[in-house]
């Protein structure tokens, strides 16, 4: 909430001063919090603003991200054509400015498309492509996030052994970034896989794991509405 509050005060100082770059970037940010908080109607109204802006100022690097935010709406909402669409529109105009920046979150994005439409050939390949760019600019997050996709990817196909080496790199990945969250959904799927191979031992210390974190995360809500 205060973030939003912080963008909509920005946003009537940048239209009084006419700063019509900034305007724009007011409109993404706010587009984006929206979309985090699942706030689709006015997420889709300001990222559609920002996209206007950006167009109009002719800001190809802006474009690029407004279409990935776009991309990412569409995929929560379900609507994965127009997602594609989006994504594909960063990626080329990605291209036309000669970067490779974030390149590879927009590729996991795709793997994620494609996984939630059972295409898993496409998913794998794009996952694939995310992970080697990933690598090589040294991008943890995103790394993360794929090593967590291929484990769901390979899992769906009856892959387990295969999935729980992906599981186990993003798990040392997430312990890391201290992201306590992520950390707790890939301990849930590290137990899962083992439980379907029969490895019942190893399976209970990940979901004793899995509920230690799940209380910490409990008692810092609670903590945090006192």
């Not at 919090?33 to 300001?46: I, Q």
């Amino acid at each position: 909430k205060k973030a939003v509050v912080y963008y909509l005060e920005a946003l009537k100082m940048y239209e009084k001063m006419g700063e019509t770059s900034q305007i724009g970037k007011c409109y993404s940010g706010l587009g984006t919090l929206y979309r985090k908080n699942r706030k689709f109607e006015d997420a889709r109204e300001y990222l559609k603003k920002a996209l206007e802006v950006f167009e109009r100022k002719k800001n190809k690097a802006s474009l690029a991200k407004a279409n990935n935010e776009l991309g990412l709406l569409h995929f929560d909402l379900q609507d994965y054509p127009a997602a594609l669409k989006y994504y594909e529109t960063s990626l080329k105009l990605k291209a036309e400015l000669g970067t490779t920046q974030n390149i590879q979150a927009t590729y996991n994005n795709l793997g994620q498309l494609y996984y939630h439409q059972d295409n898993y050939a496409k998913a794998q390949h794009f996952y694939n492509k995310s992970l080697k760019m990933a690598s090589e600019v040294k991008d943890t997050s995103t790394l993360a996030f794929v090593h967590n996709n291929l484990g769901h990817l390979l899992s769906k196909q009856k892959k387990d052994a295969q999935a729980i080496k992906h599981y186990e790199i993003g798990l040392g990945l997430f312990n890391k970034l201290s992201n306590e969250n992520l950390r707790k959904k890939i301990l849930e799927n590290l137990s899962s896989a083992h439980a379907r191979l029969g490895n019942y031992e190893t399976a209970f210390k990940y979901r004793k794991q899995y509920s230690q974190v799940q209380d910490s995360l409990d008692d810092s809500f609670r903590r945090a509405m006192e």
